[in-house]
């Protein structure tokens, strides 16, 4: 079935380390997004690509990097510089060439914790 | 910026009720609007699609209505099961990116 693979399911984090989420999708989707969940929030946007090599920063991208080298993968890399990484982060794509037509695909999420 | 509202923010009933959740933006200039359901710790799942140009779309139990011009989307889900539990949001599209633009959900509790 096509789908998206977020991994890992959850995933623990020092202090001044990066850690790196992936997300796959084997749908052929040509978009990928990264939204982050908090507690008692809306999912806010952190990055987005609409093609291979390329991507653009969402409403919250600070501490944050991305890169498109695969049209399937499109992994979050959390950075030292994020301080308040807590939070649940979820993977999403949407085919472009009816793209607006079809909906967007969700994965199942990492839930990250600084310990 | 796109806001988007989700009334009420919880929502208890007992079995086989109807629900009724309502979504309003601010922008009415959006492509598409989507309804998702999320199970706590989970990621989200679509419910329901509908294309700037339709009033309605129904997928078994749900209905989800659109009035572009109000900037307003209601959801309902007839007779209401335990297994409804969960909290549902409601997203517009509203650039060619693409980028959804969430309400913070409302949360839904079915008792038996």
């Known amino acids: 079935d096509g789908g998206i693979t977020q991994s890992p399911k959850y995933l623990f984090r020092k202090e001044g380390q990066n850690v790196t989420l992936s997300c796959e999708q084997n749908?052929?989707?040509?978009?990928m997004y990264w939204y982050r969940q908090d507690p008692g929030q809306g999912l806010r946007l952190i990055y987005y690509?609409?093609?291979?090599?390329?991507?653009q920063k969402g409403d919250i991208a600070e501490g944050y990097s991305v890169s498109r080298e695969k049209k399937e993968s499109f992994p979050l890399t959390v950075t030292s510089a994020q301080k308040n990484p807590t939070a649940f982060y979820l993977c999403?794509?949407?085919?472009?060439?009816?793209?607006?037509?079809?909906?967007?695909?969700f994965g199942s999420g990492t839930r990250l914790t600084v310990v | 910026k796109q806001e988007v509202t989700q009334i009420p923010a919880a929502l208890s009933v007992p079995e086989g009720e109807n629900l009724v959740l309502n979504c309003s933006f601010t922008?009415?200039?959006?492509?598409?609007l989507q309804w998702f359901r999320q199970d706590p710790g989970k990621g989200l799942t679509s419910l329901l699609l509908?294309?700037?140009?339709?009033r309605e779309q129904t997928s078994g139990r749900l209905n989800a209505s659109l009035d572009k011009s109000s900037g307003r989307s209601t959801l309902y889900i007839a007779a209401s099961q335990p297994g409804d539990s969960a909290t549902y949001l409601c997203?517009?599209?509203?650039?060619?990116?693409?980028?959804?633009?969430f309400g913070a959900g409302t949360q839904v509790v079915v008792t038996p």
């Open positions: 999403a794509s949407l085919g472009t060439a009816d793209s607006l037509k079809d909906g967007y695909t």
């Open positions: 749908l052929n989707h040509d978009a």
């Open positions: 690509s609409q093609i291979v090599n390329d991507f």
């Open positions: 922008d009415s200039a959006i492509y598409n």
């Open positions: 509908i294309q700037s140009s339709q």
């Open positions: 997203a517009p599209i509203t650039d060619s990116w693409g980028k959804l633009q």
